[in-house]
C-alpha cells in the first residue's frame, strides 16, 4: 500500500496510537526492569513502571477498531507484539479484551 494510504487508514483509526503508546509503555516498562535487576533503579520505580503498561495495555485493549486495517494491526499486536502472547509465552487479561475487540469490531465494520 503506498504510504500516502497508509497515513490515511493510520490517521482515521485512533487505535494505532493506541498500539503506539502501549509499546513505548512496554518499553519503558522493560528498560525499567532490566535497570533494576542490574540493581540501577529502585523497586518503586518498577512498580511504577509496570502500572503505566498496564495501564496502557487495557486502554488499547479496550478500544474497538474503526477500520479492518485497525483491527489487523490490533490482533497482531496482541499475538506477537512486544507484550504479545507468543512473546510472553501465556495470556494476560489485556490479550483477552483486545481479541474480543478486534471481533466486536470486524462485526461491526462487516455489517455496514
Same mark, same amino acid.
Given at each position: 500500500?503506498?504510504?500516502?494510504?497508509?497515513?490515511?487508514?493510520?490517521?482515521?483509526?485512533?487505535?494505532? *496510537?493506541?498500539?503506539?503508546? $502501549?509499546?513505548?509503555?512496554?518499553? /519503558?516498562?522493560?528498560?525499567?526492569?532490566?535497570? %533494576?535487576? &542490574?540493581? @540501577?533503579?529502585?523497586?518503586?520505580?518498577?512498580?511504577?513502571?509496570?502500572?503505566?503498561?498496564?495501564?496502557?495495555?487495557?486502554?488499547?485493549?479496550?478500544?474497538?477498531?474503526?477500520?479492518?486495517?485497525?483491527? *489487523?494491526?490490533?490482533?497482531? $499486536?496482541?499475538?506477537?507484539?512486544? /507484550?504479545?502472547?507468543?512473546?510472553?509465552?501465556? %495470556?494476560? &487479561?489485556? @490479550?483477552?479484551?483486545?481479541?474480543?475487540?478486534?471481533?466486536?469490531?470486524?462485526?461491526?465494520?462487516?455489517?455496514?
Amino acid at each position: 500500500m503506498p504510504k500516502a494510504g497508509r497515513q490515511a487508514i493510520t490517521s482515521r483509526d485512533p487505535i494505532f *496510537a493506541l498500539i503506539e503508546n $502501549h509499546c513505548r509503555m512496554a518499553d /519503558a516498562y522493560y528498560e525499567t526492569a532490566r535497570a %533494576e535487576d &542490574e540493581g @540501577h533503579t529502585r523497586m518503586c520505580e518498577l512498580a511504577q513502571a509496570s502500572h503505566a503498561e498496564a495501564k496502557a495495555a487495557r486502554k488499547m485493549a479496550k478500544a474497538e477498531p474503526t477500520t479492518v486495517g485497525g483491527a *489487523a494491526a490490533l490482533l497482531e $499486536h496482541t499475538l506477537n507484539g512486544r /507484550a504479545g502472547l507468543f512473546y510472553l509465552g501465556g %495470556e494476560t &487479561e489485556w @490479550h483477552r479484551e483486545a481479541l474480543r475487540s478486534v471481533t466486536t469490531a470486524l462485526e461491526k465494520i462487516a455489517s455496514i
